[in-house]
């Protein structure tokens, strides 16, 4: 008997302690600490990019984000928000009850669908040059061109990248508009030019040939005080043509546009420079993101219950047909 | 720039600029009336009303000129992120001016509309063709659901200001308390009425940086800010709604939850960079 006694005894304080916890964790004041903490370290962290690197992927964030989920289920499982008014309500009060209910499972469903994605979504990033195949889940892709189309102004319009398929089916992968293949998005993420030079002195009789990306500094002295840098032209004829500067420091020295196959002769510094070549590539993400049909749900459900909160909880009363005109349930 | 774009400019600034003007004739009426229906008060009326309704028309043709003028739709700057803004406050202002006979209300209304107005004269800017990063179908409803938000949030906190304000604690008149509370239910309809658009903002935010950027989150400064603000909100709605928070507290929340909508629109956009620079 005693034993049995001990272990009830037992098990009623391993309850009320479960249901204390279980109502500190849900309660209000819990989530609006957490609201303010997540707040606070997210203010931190967009202050400087150095900051957001340090904070956002920490795993004290990391948990504090878990707590406020924790806090949601909690609180969705021991308070019900809503549901208990959804019972003592009708109309337009109920469907707005119902909604508070529904807020907090969506951030839930996108909470638990978020970290789905986040821990078995696959990035790759590649960079293609013009011409050139790539792999995308065992089909082959090739990049036929890539180009700008600009306005009257001659500002870009749109970044344009035309692609084969498999099949040698046509497609376009533009800003926002990814290509879809299977379960992985395309994404086009940049472009820019590369180019081969060959740089010579003929009186010496050396030659070399380097490739340099568009921006780039090719140092030509040893201690890298001088060197040269390419820059595309905003528009024209691009890729065909490419404008050199001779740099010292922070200064240009002289400036001059070379074309595709010609030589120019860098002032007298006896240096004969060739443009060989110009490629155009594009940066393009490869992203697979499983669970991702289950956030969406998270985000239909959120979007639709939030809408909830436009019904006027005092006109949702009156407006309730279980209830008489003193507000008294019937 | 040709010789219609210079024309729409410029009638495009006027009619903002006759927005304001109406703006303030709507605030003086406000300050300066009263609230008898019959002679000095009911002309005062008219024309408080009257000075907003043609706040709102200048807004529009100012907005339908600069559309015209740049061939899409002005969703893509500050400068007319603030027009939408103004749109919708002088909305709110012909709401509150012709459902509240309240002074208080209409002046509040009056006043945000004007003050915003004349800080987006700073910011003001030559349409621009749009950039690649913004030709979205999503485009459209983040910002609308941005600047409905916005506009309502920003009715509410110079509505709890005017509460602060004019809150006298020893003052019990019947008709004093009366007016605290409807000052007070119009603050909490109005940030309930704001919360599902800023809902719409982060969620449409998200799906949009998903197709563009390939990630629904990055903690961009834009992106961490609204997360703030949806939080403050979302504390607001709580408290008041579920902890009770009534009169001076509730009121200095909805400023400070203000505060940060503001920071969230200039503050990110002037001092800190990121992804969404290509908006300012």
Redesign the interface.
């Known amino acids: 008997m005693g034993g049995s006694d001990g272990k009830s005894r037992q098990r009623f304080i391993f309850m009320s302690a479960f249901e204390s916890c279980l109502r500190a964790a849900s309660s209000?004041e819990a989530?609006?600490s957490l609201?303010?903490l997540?707040?606070c370290v997210?203010?931190a962290?967009?202050?400087s990019?150095a900051l957001?690197e340090v904070i956002?992927s920490s795993w004290p964030f990391e948990a504090l984000l878990v707590l406020l989920a924790a806090n949601t289920l909690a609180c969705a499982i021991a308070r019900r928000?809503g549901l208990d008014r959804a019972r003592k309500t009708a109309g337009k009060a109920r469907l707005r009850a119902l909604c508070v209910f529904a807020i907090h499972l969506s951030v839930l469903v996108i909470a638990a669908a978020?970290l789905w994605?986040s821990l078995a979504f696959t990035?790759q990033r590649i960079d293609v040059a013009e011409g050139e195949a790539f792999q995308v889940e065992g089909r082959s892709f090739k990049l036929d061109s890539i180009g700008a189309e600009r306005?009257t102004?001659g500002?870009?319009?749109?970044?344009l990248c035309r692609v084969s398929g498999p099949d040698n089916e046509k497609a376009e992968i533009?800003?926002?508009?990814?290509l879809r293949t299977g379960d992985t998005?395309i994404?086009q993420?940049g472009y820019g030019h590369r180019y081969s030079l060959i740089l010579a002195l003929p009186k010496e009789g050396v030659e070399r040939k380097v490739e340099i990306e568009e921006k780039a500094f090719l140092p030509l002295a040893k201690d890298g005080s001088i060197g040269i840098v390419l820059t595309r032209p905003e528009a024209g004829e691009e890729g065909r043509s490419v404008e050199l500067a001779l740099v010292s420091g922070d200064k240009a020295l002289f400036k001059a546009t070379i074309s595709e196959g010609s030589t120019f002769a860098l002032g007298d510094t006896g240096i004969d420079i060739t443009l060989a070549e110009s490629h155009a590539y594009g940066n393009f993400?490869l992203?697979r993101t499983p669970g991702i049909a289950f956030?969406w749900a998270g985000?239909a459900l959120?979007?639709v219950s939030?809408?909830g909160?436009?019904i006027?909880?005092?006109k949702a009363a009156k407006l309730g047909p279980s209830q008489n005109k003193e507000g008294k349930t019937t | 720039m040709n010789g219609f774009g210079t024309l729409f400019g410029q009638a495009e600034t006027i009619l903002f600029l006759a927005q304001l003007g109406f703006l303030f004739v709507s605030m003086m009426a406000s300050a300066f009336g009263d609230s008898r229906k019959t002679g000095r008060g009911r002309t005062i009326g008219v024309a408080k009303v009257a000075a907003a309704v043609l706040a709102l028309a200048t807004v529009l043709a100012s907005t339908a000129v600069r559309t015209a003028g740049a061939g899409r739709l002005p969703f893509a700057s500050m400068y007319e992120f603030g027009l939408l803004l103004c749109i919708v406050l002088d909305g709110l202002l012909v709401f509150v001016a012709l459902r509240y006979e309240e002074r208080a209300f209409s002046l509040s209304a009056s006043a945000a509309a004007f003050v915003l107005g004349s800080i987006m004269l700073f910011f003001f800017q030559k349409a621009r063709p749009l950039a690649p990063a913004l030709k979205s179908a999503w485009l459209g409803v983040h910002v609308a659901s941005a600047v409905i938000a916005y506009g309502c949030l920003a009715l509410s906190a110079a509505l709890a200001l005017a509460g602060l304000v004019s809150a006298r604690p020893k003052n019990t008149a019947k008709s004093e308390a009366d007016r605290t509370s409807q000052l007070e239910a119009l603050v909490n309809r109005l940030v309930a009425a704001a919360f599902p658009f800023l809902t719409f903002l982060i969620l449409t935010g998200a799906i949009w940086a998903e197709y563009a950027w390939g990630s629904f989150w990055r903690w961009d400064p834009k992106e961490t800010w609204a997360l703030v603000t949806w939080l403050a909100y979302l504390a607001y709605l709580h408290l008041t709604r579920s902890r009770g928070w009534k009169g001076r507290k509730a009121l200095a929340l909805a400023i400070a939850a203000f505060a940060i909508v503001l920071f969230t629109f200039f503050g990110v956009n002037l001092l800190l960079p990121g992804l969404h620079s290509y908006a300012y």
Do not use: Q
Request: a neutral charge.
């Open positions: 209000m989530g609006l609201f303010a997540v707040a997210a203010i962290g967009s202050l990019p957001s956002y928000p978020g994605a990035t306005y102004d500002s870009v319009s749109e970044w533009r800003v926002n508009h990814p998005k994404m993420t993400i992203r956030l985000f959120l979007a939030a809408c909160l436009l006027d909880p005092a």
